[in-house]
């Protein structure tokens, strides 16, 4: 009993297997983690560095450069990239991927802990790794006109946050803006000389007057106290009431010499929710979390706690990520059932028989329900990518079913014996085209396990889902499909004729056709040389890209005005930015940074970010309302710099370090040299048509106010130069001297001096220092005041200085751009002696990520071609059957060309792809044509196994276009990531019916020598 017959004899076991794993399936997709992108761990280490306000050049030499060495001596660092400002610097650490980023965080703080010491004193780091997670997956903005913007962020960080951490998969909650309550003690400065005081001695006061703390324990009838001293502050009066000194002449108080009143905390950060001041909260999941659950529990909770609101606060959300990761799993979710409805019309057309139709229906969910399964035992989740790959598999899957079906009841019509037995003769018969076909589409994902770079981290999940869902289509077409034939088909439907008069007059013509090219079967070159031009043509022609692009429904748009900008004026430009974001009418709702990032950092006070949420569909592109906004910007607020970019755009840069498609790295020892020619580089790309948003990588800090202390005239006044540095940071920053608990807050006590007596840089030239003996004296006595212009931030990069031109792409294609940028950078003379450039940004990664997949499509040829001489170890055949998928390549640049497709990662993943699927049917002709009998003549062979082939093919090929059609279209929110692979695979469909049927039975012609006496009643034997 061989394996096909014991299959036959537990079909009910198969069936009931078959039903547990779609049943499986589908309980595991209700479980299944939902996130916009697969899991990534990018390999990348990010590590802030702060030390006090140290002038740039001074910094660099002093604190990046350690920091750099120590770092770079790490096992596996492959890349260090600084910026050095004034007192900070920022390092980029790449690894490799595949790298534990755990450890490698833990290597690097170790690392830089060990220098600390030789670092300046008041030296401070923080390191954190780089993944998905930070960027938040929702926001919601409290907006109101009636209660204060304190009060708000009260109620966000001490109400609304902890309610919202509870949710399962949260990882953190951020709040931003609002402002932070704060007790400013206003110390009058002459009634504190007349009492011949400091602003010490009343931040002294104020601190030894506010205590709570144990001072012991006492036992008591059988009781044990813990015995607390109480003086802490419990109202402003209470402050007012301090004692500052006393003496023979009485008390004297706080009231005495200052002014107590609850403000806020100095705020140098703004945040706007729709034109309107507001508190944001941002959520950040957890890796693995859910974003969809995530997202639904707090709209929930929040939902539920509005009524515990004051009255005029409103809840808003300006970003919800589950939004498009529900948009776009509903696209794939349509284009599976509208691609499988497509396919099974076809196949009811071609097959004319609802019972073989239903067989090959039923497999494809099974497939889908199994692979979903497997994604659930692999830990995986379902995201655009796994999704697009189950998508993409569909007409592969059908295509299994459909052969193995076709070829049972072909093999079982006119035949004798029971139906099972015959079913079991067939399965047995197909067993090797299935296993070899199946094997030459799924050893081609083989390679793409070893691609890495953010081409292997994303497009790694799909090739997974597609190899599962192959593997398992196999074992479905093997197993299941026979099992149901058997048990569906009966006599009737096995002698129900092929085809009909089409097919009659299609064969009569194919067969006239093929004995006029196999007379002269070396005559296919004169069709085989246009294709190889036509390809050639379209592959220089065709446009380059590196990931495609998905209209996300938002978008992320950066600004910075003039370097030093107060806020007052940054505020007064941004609101002009905000008429125009209002007054687009697709804009639906939008929320602005000053200060701060999306992602939670903080930045210079003249810097941030708005992000744009726009309405549904319909509305055009996002592309065009980017384009619109930036322009009227550009056009009405000519003092401010900006940029714009999709929120998963902008955090793939930031995650990879490279946020911007054109990187123009020049590399010089000399800084003013590297100024120069930033400058001049920028002034030489911004012509070329396609480069927008350039900037030159000057980034220069604001003014500052340098106070220089002379330290003898110090010492003459009896202090030290710190002591002044002391004194001024208690004028002008003032002092929090202690911390009063009011519910769940700890407010500070601030005491500094009016507004008035530090609001001109010749108020602090006046300002009154008071010396040990008592005796006043002004400030412009010991020190001078000088102006410093902004200070240029310090890049390098693998520890060389360096500065980085920057450009986004608009209207055109990454290659074609980036050759344009090539060939002006490469003029003589460009470059002054002893400088160099270097191309970074997204096109280096595309670089980088075709060069991966080159490699792959090279291996998967290869591995292609063994199969192929493992099944008729026969070089000539192999080869033979290998130029057709090679062929059908060109065709497939040529359908891309056509289309306007980029050639990007998806498009080649699709490309790769074309190699299997057509080597599939290619197997498929020339295994009909083994199986018929060696006394036949080759030509009659190889054209009667056309005529047998031709129907599957074109049902297979047809039913799998039409369920590729949706995602080729694009079809709905986030399709567009899987848009080119399908287009690719698409192409290369179209060409495969007359490659294998016209082209490779010329090819073998040559192989086998068809070319030989012919008799002479052949022709018309083929044409009758």
């Not at 770079?72 to 600084?82: E, H, K, L, M, T």
């Not at 009781?223 to 003086?231: A, D, F, G, R």
């Not at 495609?548 to 978008?555: A, I, L, N, Q, Y």
């Not at 070089?875 to 040529?894: K, T």
Request: contains cysteine; proline residues 5%; glycine residues 8%.
């Amino acid at each position: 009993m061989n394996f096909n017959q014991w299959i036959h004899k537990h079909t009910r076991s198969v069936l009931f297997i078959m039903l547990v794993l779609a049943v499986g399936g589908a309980l595991a997709a209700l479980g299944l983690p939902v996130a916009l992108f697969p899991r990534v761990s990018f390999p990348r280490i990010e590590v802030s560095v702060d030390s006090g306000e140290q002038p740039a050049q001074r910094m660099a030499v002093a604190v990046t450069y350690p920091v750099e060495q120590a770092v770079r001596s790490i096992p596996g660092v492959q890349s260090v990239q600084a910026r050095t400002g004034r007192g900070s610097c920022e390092l980029k650490i790449g690894f490799a991927w595949g790298s534990d980023m755990a450890q490698a965080l833990l290597e690097v703080e170790s690392q830089i802990n060990g220098i600390l010491p030789r670092l300046p004193a008041e030296t401070s780091f923080r390191a954190k790794r780089m993944d998905t997670t930070n960027f938040p997956v929702l926001g919601y903005s409290l907006t109101s006109s009636t209660v204060s913007p304190s009060r708000l962020r009260t109620i966000a960080k001490y109400q609304i946050e902890p309610v919202v951490s509870t949710v399962r998969g949260v990882a953190r909650v951020q709040v931003q803006g609002g402002a932070t309550p704060e007790y400013h003690v206003i110390v009058d400065p002459a009634r504190l000389q007349a009492f011949n005081m400091t602003l010490a001695d009343v931040s002294q006061a104020l601190s030894a007057a506010n205590v709570l703390s144990a001072v012991g324990k006492f036992e008591d009838h059988d009781k044990l106290y813990l015995i607390i001293s109480n003086t802490s502050y419990r109202s402003i009066r209470q402050i007012q009431q301090v004692v500052l000194r006393t003496g023979a002449n009485g008390l004297v108080r706080l009231g005495d010499v200052a002014t107590v009143k609850l403000s806020t905390q100095p705020q140098w950060t703004r945040v706007d929710a729709d034109g309107h001041p507001a508190v944001l909260l941002q959520v950040f999941q957890q890796p693995g979390g859910n974003t969809v659950r995530i997202a639904a529990a707090i709209k929930r909770k929040i939902d539920s706690f509005k009524k515990n609101l004051p009255a005029g606060i409103d809840i808003a959300t300006w970003y919800n990520q589950s939004q498009l990761i529900l948009a776009s799993a509903a696209s794939v979710r349509d284009a599976v059932l509208i691609g499988i409805l497509l396919a099974v019309v076809v196949l009811l057309l071609f097959l004319r028989n609802w019972k073989i139709t239903l067989i090959a229906a039923l497999v494809v969910p099974a497939v889908l329900s199994s692979t979903i399964l497997l994604l659930y035992l692999f830990h995986m989740t379902f995201n655009i990518m796994t999704l697009g790959g189950m998508a993409a598999a569909v007409g592969l899957i059908i295509d299994d079913a459909i052969v193995m079906v076709e070829h049972i009841v072909r093999r079982t019509r006119g035949a004798a014996g029971d139906m099972r037995g015959r079913v079991i003769k067939a399965t047995r018969e197909f067993t090797g085209p299935l296993a070899g076909s199946s094997t030459s589409t799924m050893i081609i994902f083989a390679p793409l396990a070893f691609l890495s770079g953010v081409t292997g981290a994303f497009f790694k999940a799909l090739s997974l889902t597609m190899a599962a869902s192959l593997l398992i289509s196999f074992f479905m077409a093997w197993l299941a499909v026979p099992v149901l034939a058997a048990g569906f088909l009966d006599q009737r439907d096995a002698n129900q004729p092929e085809g009909g008069r089409i097919t009659a007059y299609l064969h009569r013509i194919y067969g006239w056709i093929m004995v006029r090219i196999l007379r002269v079967p070396m005559l296919v070159l004169v069709v085989l040389i246009p294709i190889l031009v036509l390809g050639f043509a379209a592959y220089k022609n065709v446009g380059s890209g590196f990931m495609p692009h998905m209209d996300e429904g938002g978008f992320i748009l950066n600004y910075v005005a003039n370097p030093g900008t107060s806020p007052t004026e940054t505020n007064r430009l941004l609101l002009e930015v905000e008429k125009i974001i209002l007054a687009n009418k697709y804009v639906d709702t939008f929320s602005r940074r000053t200060g701060l990032q999306l992602g939670g950092g903080t930045t210079r006070s003249y810097t941030g970010d708005f992000f744009i949420r726009l309405k549904g569909f319909p509305r055009p592109p996002i592309e065009q309302i980017m384009t619109a906004i930036r322009r009227r910007i550009r056009r009405r607020v000519p003092g401010l710099k900006i940029d714009t970019a999709q929120m998963m755009q902008d955090l793939i840069g930031d995650l990879t370090a490279v946020p911007q498609p054109i990187e123009i790295k020049i590399f010089s020892d000399s800084g003013p040299m590297l100024d120069a020619q930033a400058l001049k580089v920028k002034r030489a790309i911004s012509s070329i048509p396609g480069v927008v948003e350039v900037r030159s990588g000057i980034q220069i800090a604001g003014d500052a106010l340098q106070i220089r202390v002379n330290r003898i005239k110090a010492a003459l006044q009896g202090m030290t130069a710190g002591a002044i540095t002391t004194a001024l940071h208690q004028y002008l920053s003032g002092t929090v001297t202690t911390r009063i608990q009011r519910g769940p807050q700890m407010i500070g006590v601030r005491v500094w001096v009016p507004q008035a007596d530090r609001a001109t840089e010749q108020d602090i030239d006046n300002l009154l220092l008071r010396a040990p003996d008592g005796h006043l004296f002004p400030l412009k006595e010991v020190a001078s005041i000088e102006t410093l212009t902004g200070q240029q931030e310090i890049f390098s990069d693998n520890l060389k200085r360096m500065i980085a031109v920057t450009a986004r792409i608009n209207g055109r294609d990454m290659g074609s751009t980036v050759a344009a940028v090539q060939q002006v950078l490469n003029k003589p003379g460009m470059f002054p002696h002893g400088m160099y450039y270097a191309m970074g940004g997204l096109y280096k990664q595309q670089q980088i990520a075709f060069k991966g997949l080159l490699v792959v499509m090279i291996a998967a040829v290869l591995l292609v071609f063994l199969v192929l001489l493992f099944l008729y170890e026969h070089f000539r055949v192999a080869l033979a059957m290998l130029s057709i998928p090679l062929l059908a390549l060109c065709c497939v640049f040529v359908g891309l060309w056509i289309t306007h497709t980029e050639l990007n990662v998806s498009s080649m993943m699709g490309m790769t792809m074309v190699v299997g699927i057509v080597t599939e049917v290619g197997i498929f002709y020339y295994s009909e044509y083994n199986d018929m009998s060696d006394d036949t003549p080759v030509r009659k062979r190889l054209i009667d196994a056309g005529k047998n082939r031709m129907r599957p093919i074109a049902m297979t090929t047809i039913a799998a276009i039409l369920a590729l059609l949706p995602l080729a279209l694009g079809l709905g929110q986030g399709s567009q990531m899987q848009q080119p692979l399908a287009i690719a695979i698409i192409t290369g469909l179209c060409v495969q019916l007359p490659l294998t049927l016209v082209i490779l039975p010329a090819l073998l012609g040559i192989v086998h020598r068809v070319n030989v006496a012919w008799p002479p009643d052949a022709g018309a034997s083929v044409r009758h």
